[in-house]
């Protein structure tokens, strides 16, 4: 009897070390997938692959009959991540969003000034609207 007792408290403890080990592989799981979120990793994949045809629908839209050239350009400065950020300061401005609009001082020029940058239909306004100023010219854009 004492033998069937000592079987069953091992199979016990076996199978509670095993819902450890799988709890804490699951948390060290979540905790890599949180940390890769944090630091960017898979960024273009998840904005291009995941978001790309709505990109290029709002720039289509604002652009028209440009919208090849924009989505070209907005594909170079921000592979069509409408989060991107470009950390080299120019001034005391930063590029930011779709098409990496210099924030804020050329951002607050345009139309969209109220609006955040990292907005995709924002950017995209702004970015037409700088694209107008400038006489259907891409010169304000590293990307051509």
Not at 65 to 89: D, G, M
Not at 96 to 101: A, C, K, P, T
Not at 125 to 140: K, L
Request: hydrophobic residues 40%.
């Amino acid at each position: 009897m004492l033998t069937v007792h000592q079987d069953n408290q091992k199979t016990s403890m076996q199978s509670n070390k095993r819902h450890v080990v799988l709890k804490l592989a699951m948390a060290a799981l979540l905790a890599a997938t949180l940390f890769a979120g944090m630091l960017g990793a898979n960024t273009k994949t998840t904005h291009a692959a995941g978001n790309e045809s709505y990109m290029t629908s709002i720039i289509q839209n604002v652009f028209g009959q440009y919208s090849s050239q924009a989505i070209h350009i907005a594909t170079c400065e921000s592979s069509l991540n409408p989060n991107a950020v470009n950390s080299i300061a120019i001034g005391n401005s930063h590029a930011e969003g779709l098409f990496q609009i210099l924030y804020p001082s050329t951002w607050m020029g345009t139309s969209q000034a109220s609006a955040s940058p990292f907005n995709a239909q924002a950017n995209a306004q702004a970015a037409h609207d700088i694209f107008v100023r400038d006489g259907y010219s891409w010169r304000e854009w590293q990307c051509q």
